[in-house]
């Protein structure tokens, strides 16, 4: 009863889902309905509770706050709030809500299950300490009693009490202690999502500009006779190809969405990711990239892999502080032991000459939030998302470390047969998109508006344009358009909203969706003949993208 895990979670499936996470450490688990219902239960007994942070909105934690009120002294109860996804900021009502809680540990969503298992592990084992801390004050009074009793001398009680109080401030101490470096790993964790925000926002605008270079470069390519000019436009077109691909790695840091698995060739994913790796590194370093086979897939996350391998490029980066080699190895190797599934695997081999990591502590490099970096200098996370991010993709990661000599982290991936590309049934389809077409553009940037204008004009097409979600809407009827080209970020109304609004009206008129974000994913919004476009694309992307859209639609 006294260790039993409460979950208040009223809305959707998060308690149930909490719920079977849990009980694979074999907790047992209280489902309550509300508040009322979790102080009942707290009343009874219970060694750590789990809130969603909706669940105590508009006041209705009243009655939760009494029952903390009247705790008694050796109790401080423990909470994990389940925050809401992507907080970027919280209202003064809810930051007075975390310190009326007290000792409360704060998960984002959406929740990794081996973070929530340890959260609530080390809740249930400070619990269990303050039990522990009841009894020896039950003990102790029963001694002082027994003095009493007996008439002592009145210095014996002295002296055992101020031990007791002596060894109870040693454990409040400790806990003071351990509270404040999860505090520290909580802000530094806040830190690198609000600058995971600010490089998607920068990142997205960055795009509309490499956008408006890249595809005019071409039209100057195009339109010129003059040799000189064409090769200059070559030039530019071949710069902000460069810097498109450096912003699509950058944006893999503002990333937050599931897993998308997908064939992955990891040599091909390698050396695309040699620039920017080398720029991290910085020319201290030595890079070195080995690989057994021209080709090697797997099926995996491509963003979230290139994070974890930058990830570990960079951790081999402060390890070598005075310089050093990095070595970067792809092989393909059987299943070592039972803790993978039998058969042939990916493994890719990060070794870097730096200063090692301490045995007593390679056990530990995997958990959520250790790190043996000092306070502010790491999250304790980058390792442990290497290791999710193997996991989730069917393999697993592993680290081998000497002092002074340096440290090699392996992530083994399932190998899968080469996948080959599929492009006549693509073909086949843009054939099909003929005849005059009409196009209405909706852009609010006016660089970026002029020049797809431009250039689907260029390609034939007879266009109409809009600077914002409203307008365009408003253009809808007159224009009668067979494509709608929509952008995703806009102030007012963004696409999306732009889509719903339209499809009102025009229930069959195929869209494209024009984003600088990495992250945008249509798959759950119902919307059907949608083709996304990803800033930056190159003149002929656009053309297809668009014949495409005009096929979706004749469909």
């Not at 400070?126 to 009693?145: G, P, V």
């Amino acid at each position: 009863m006294e260790l039993r895990v409460l979950i208040l979670a009223p809305f959707g499936r998060d308690a149930e889902v909490i719920a079977e996470v849990l009980q694979k450490d074999a907790r047992v688990c209280v489902t309550c309905r509300d508040v009322a219902a979790l102080t009942e239960a707290l009343e009874t007994g219970a060694g750590s509770a789990l809130i969603a942070e909706e669940a105590l909105a508009d006041g209705r934690a009243a009655q939760l706050f009494a029952w903390l009120d009247k705790q008694p002294a050796w109790s401080d109860f423990p909470f994990i709030l389940l925050a809401a996804s992507r907080v970027a900021h919280r209202s003064a009502r809810a930051i007075e809500t975390l310190e009326r809680l007290g000792n409360v540990v704060v998960l984002e969503r959406p929740l990794n299950s081996e973070t929530l298992r340890r959260a609530v592990g080390s809740s249930l084992r400070a619990r269990a300490r303050q039990y522990e801390s009841r009894r020896h004050l039950a003990e102790r009074i029963e001694a002082q009693d027994a003095l009493v009793q007996l008439n002592d001398s009145l210095e014996g009680r002295i002296a055992e009490r101020t031990h007791e109080l002596a060894s109870a401030n040693n454990r409040l101490m400790m806990e003071i202690h351990e509270r404040a470096k999860v505090q520290a790993v909580l802000v530094q964790s806040q830190k690198m999502e609000a600058l995971g925000q600010l490089t998607g926002g920068i990142a997205h605008d960055f795009n509309n500009l490499l956008n408006v270079i890249m595809v005019n470069s071409e039209l100057i390519a195009r339109v010129s006779s003059d040799e000189r000019i064409r090769g200059m436009a070559a030039t530019v077109k071949r710069a902000t190809e460069r810097g498109a691909k450096l912003t699509g790695q950058l944006l893999t840091f503002s990333r937050n969405s599931n897993l998308d698995l997908k064939a992955v060739d990891v040599v091909t994913l390698l050396q695309g990711m040699r620039d920017i790796i080398t720029v991290s590194l910085g020319s201290s370093i030595h890079y070195v990239n080995t690989f057994d086979d021209e080709e090697m897939w797997t099926q995996a996350d491509a963003n979230q892999l290139e994070l974890a391998i930058l990830n570990l490029a960079i951790n081999a980066r402060d390890a070598m502080p005075n310089g050093g080699q990095l070595d970067i190895r792809v092989k393909q190797r059987e299943a070592p032991d039972q803790t993978l599934e039998a058969g042939r695997y990916v493994v890719l081999e990060v070794a870097d000459t730096g200063s090692g990591v301490p045995p007593e502590v390679v056990s530990r490099v995997f958990d959520p939030f250790f790190t043996t970096k000092p306070i502010g200098k790491g999250t304790g996370l980058g390792l442990s998302q290497v290791y999710g991010i193997a996991r989730q993709a069917g393999g697993t990661a592993r680290l081998f470390s000497e002092e002074g000599v340096g440290t090699t982290v392996e992530i083994w991936l399932p190998l899968r047969e080469r996948v080959a590309a599929q492009t006549e049934a693509v073909s086949d389809a843009e054939a099909n998109a003929v005849g005059e077409k009409r196009v209405l553009v909706v852009e609010d940037d006016s660089e970026v508006r002029a020049m797809l204008v431009e250039s689907l004009r260029m390609l034939g097409y007879t266009v109409t344009e809009a600077a914002d979600g409203r307008a365009g809407l408003n253009r809808l009827h007159a224009d009668n358009p067979d494509l709608l080209m929509v952008d995703f970020a806009m102030p007012g109304m963004n696409g999306i909203d732009v889509i719903a609004e339209a499809r009102k009206t025009r229930e069959d008129l195929p869209v494209i969706l024009a984003t600088g974000y990495a992250d945008v994913d249509i798959s759950g919004l119902a919307v059907k003949r949608c083709t996304i476009l990803r800033k930056p694309f190159q003149l002929d992307d656009l053309a297809r993208t668009v014949r495409l859209g005009l096929t979706a639609g004749a469909v």
